[in-house]
């Protein structure tokens, strides 16, 4: 194997605190010119190039499951169908689309349209309004609410919940951090289980009816849906609006156009600025792409926001193209593992916009620019200010 190169000097390495507020140079580096990259530092096979990510999400040879067995759990659940290869895997999403596939969100769709309404509504009467704290936490939380047909009295305590587990998605938290979220995930399993079976006429409640899963399969499929679902879904709307605020004709035609258009943008929004970057597999045996070959049982990450930036694929890959279709970005994934709550997170988000930019017209950033976190999962900002 030729030794391994190193991003030029002047470049942020993208997991350094500089380069995880602006991963974009050096993605753009690595993919020019080593898009199949390893890195010395974290000792991982770093693919930036649209093909080679699809490849990486889509083939056997690379596995969810493997990397995965020895990770310390307290929650006592089975592995989740995030961290299986088929057929296990399979075994696990069928009943899963229970509680999120179309038909789950179809049936919660009024109730999905009351929580907007509600948060929009509240909205008005505040005088400083945070994207995150304010709107998108509420949304997620509303949503997800419907899914598991928790009663408004229960939302402040879920909240709490799925704020504390979503500690677990950034691999940089720290150890202590990591061990909190671990322990938080036995309280929001124990508070989901405690409600499955008052909640039958809901998408949990089908769920949890089903008998094609044992009990803790079920439980680790909602925890999945939380942990997976709630904070992205939340960090979305921020990001989504630092790329809508400074441009107004683009505001003015989402207002304009119809349903259609607001969820190709959140498409759109999400190939610019995804909260989940990146995904991790392991090959089962060496691969070799047209970029290099990676050996056997090496850890690999599919860099998706720098895939969604692909020249290759994408036309004026860093403009924001609302009206963008086909749109084949990589932040949902793609193949096996795609996003199952996909329709609801286009649901939920084009409905929240459209009617976010038509109710408050006179909605604007203030303050100081916003600034990307450090984080790396999820991709977020810190403190968006807004006036409405
Ligand atoms: C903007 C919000 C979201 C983004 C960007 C996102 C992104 C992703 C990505 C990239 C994957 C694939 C990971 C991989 O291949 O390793 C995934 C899987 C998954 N997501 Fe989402 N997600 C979002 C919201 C949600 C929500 C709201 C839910 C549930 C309510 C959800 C449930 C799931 C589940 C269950 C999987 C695992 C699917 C499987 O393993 O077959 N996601 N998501």
Redesign the pocket.
Known sequence: MAAPRTLPGDLAHPFSPRGRVDPYPAYRWLLANDPVHFDVTSRMWLLTGHADCSLV?RDPRFS?AMGQRERVREDALPPS??TTDPPE?QRL?AP?ALL?GPAAVRGVADGIAHEVDRILTELAGHTGVEATADIGEPLATGV?AR?FGLPPADHAAFADLARRVSANLDPLAGPQAAAAGRVSMGDLTRFLDERAGGAQDSPWGRLAADDRLTRPEKLGIAS??VV??WK??AE?VGNALYWLLPRPEVIERLRDGGDELAVTAVDEL?RLE???PF?ARVTTEAVALAGGTIPAGARVLAL?AAANRDPAVFDRPDDLVVTRSPNPHL???TG??????AP??RHAGALLLRELLCRHPGLRATGATPVWAPSLLPRRLDGFNLAI
């Open positions: 999400l969810a169908m995030l895997h999403r899963g999120m997800l899914l999945l849906a997976g679902g992205p879904l979305m999400l995804s909260p989940i995904t998706v932040a949902f994934g096996t593992h795609f996003c199952l709550g609801l997170v």
